[in-house]
């Protein structure tokens, strides 16, 4: 299950298909990214990715080195306690529309 297992795995299996991801999203991020429009993710969701430094609370420089990995392509980290603006295009999206 964990993040840093599934991109080494793709790393190694499907280099060209890897290095041509533009960004790699968890769920927070993807949900965040609709709702709000900011590509960001906690310190609590990405210490669980393998990928986090939780001492400098920061994407793990030796591990992205590794993997040949961008900090570019993961969410921007944040506090979990940071509080954020829904995005009003999120709300004017066809599929949350209401039919009543």
């Known amino acids: 299950m964990s993040p840093f297992a599934k991109l080494l795995h793709f790393k190694e299996k499907s280099n060209s ?3 041509n991801v ?3 999203h968890d769920m927070k991020s993807f949900l965040m ?3 709000v ?6 310190f609590s969701i990405a210490s ?6 939780s001492m400098d609370f920061k994407w793990d420089e030796d591990i992205l080195s590794f993997l040949q990995l961008s900090d570019s392509k ?6 979990p306690k940071t509080i954020f ?3 009003k295009k999120s709300f004017t ?3 949350f529309k209401t039919k009543y």
Do not use: K
């Open 93 to 95: 999206r066809t599929e």
């Open 85 to 87: 603006n829904i995005s």
């Open 74 to 79: 993961l969410p921007r980290l944040v506090h």
């Open 48 to 53: 669980a990715t393998g990928l986090f430094n």
């Open 22 to 24: 533009s960004v790699w």
């Open 17 to 19: 298909w890897f290095n």
């Open 37 to 42: 429009n900011e590509f960001v993710t906690d």
């Open 33 to 35: 990214s609709y709702f």
